[in-house]
């Protein structure tokens, strides 16, 4: 704790589901944070939801991290950072800018040591090869989504929009690092759909995390039917949160990429599970209709968990604490409507 407990890590995207955290993962261990919020509200919220936790965290209001001026002045006695902020934008030039911002500010500061830029299985993924599912393959961290800038401008579904774009500015933030040399490295980490219990304030049933969403709407009775399973793979949000934490200091990190996934999954296992762990909720989940998932591509973690000395969290253990989270909320919820 006390080797930590000087360095400052300055957090983009700090009050949203992966932020809140890597934020509780940081102060865990020993660091202080400097966190950019778009409003005082949210961080105020912050605080109510985590006082002891906010007595290490400055907040700096920055409503626009392409503004220069602020982002300079935020970025005054920082030793790390960790750039979750990156909204989903059909605009490719605003993807890029999103993930090189802090790079290129950060090259005023010598004091910066590492930067961990949070990007995505989609800068991975090929949605070209057999559907996206592509049981052929074993997907690495050496793998890129193989679009171009002419064939994502052409696309017309925006997954494929944003999938291109995602890998492109993950692309742009290692040829910066290469061509500039600037005196920090980077990390970066892409995650596929991302579960577990949320921490973040001001949640609501109304307000979930894409990656939340797509859960409750299938295990809370809303689905009325199961759909396909399209990406097949997930990270846990406290893993996610672990390894972006001890990339910070682990040498073997610099300059490199990650795969974040703890386990696969496939719809009809997702209602078994909570059919199995909770039979009172079991009236209202959808009838299965397949026995297995779909064949899909393979995955490759052993880099990952031999760089960060992970043991990931299984399918069950996710399922199970974010469902139990999410029906006690709708059970608080329902009684403050009463």
Known sequence: MSSTSSNVVFVTGGNGFVGSATVLELIKRGYKVKGSIRSQAKADAFNKMYPTESKSIERVVVPDLMDEQRMTSALSGVDYVIHMASP????????????????????LYSRIKRVVLTSSFVAVWDLMKGNGLWPEHT?????????????????????????ASKSLAEKAAFDFV????????????????????????????GNLNTSTWVLWWTLSGQAKEIDETGLPVFVDVRDLAYLQVAALTNDKAKNQRYLAIS???????????????????????????????PDHFGYDVAKTERVFDI???????????????????????????A
Not at 98 to 104: C, S
Not at 193 to 202: A, L, S, V
Not at 312 to 327: H, S, Y
Request: charged residues 25%; proline residues 10%.
């Open 88 to 107: 989903f934008h059909m605009n490719f030039t605003n993807n890029v800018e999103e993930m090189l911002k802090p790079a290129r500010e950060l090259t």
């Open 311 to 337: 043991e990931l969290i299984p399918l069950r253990k996710t399922v199970v604490e974010t469902m139990k989270f999410l029906f006690d909320k709708e059970s608080v919820e329902k009684a403050g409507e």
């Open 139 to 163: 997907y690495t961290a050496e793998d890129w989504n193989p679009a171009t800038w002419e064939q994502a401008a052409g696309a017309a579904h925006p997954l494929f929009v944003y999938s």
């Open 263 to 293: 386990d696969e999954w496939y719809m009809e296992q997702l209602v078994n599970i909570v059919k199995e762990e909770f039979p009172h909720q079991a009236y209202r989940l959808p009838p299965t209709v397949r026995t297995r998932g």
């Open 178 to 205: 290469e061509k500039e040399k600037p005196g920090f490295s980077i990390t970066t980490f892409c995650p596929p759909f991302i579960w577990g219990p949320p921490g973040q304030p001001d949640l609501t049933l």
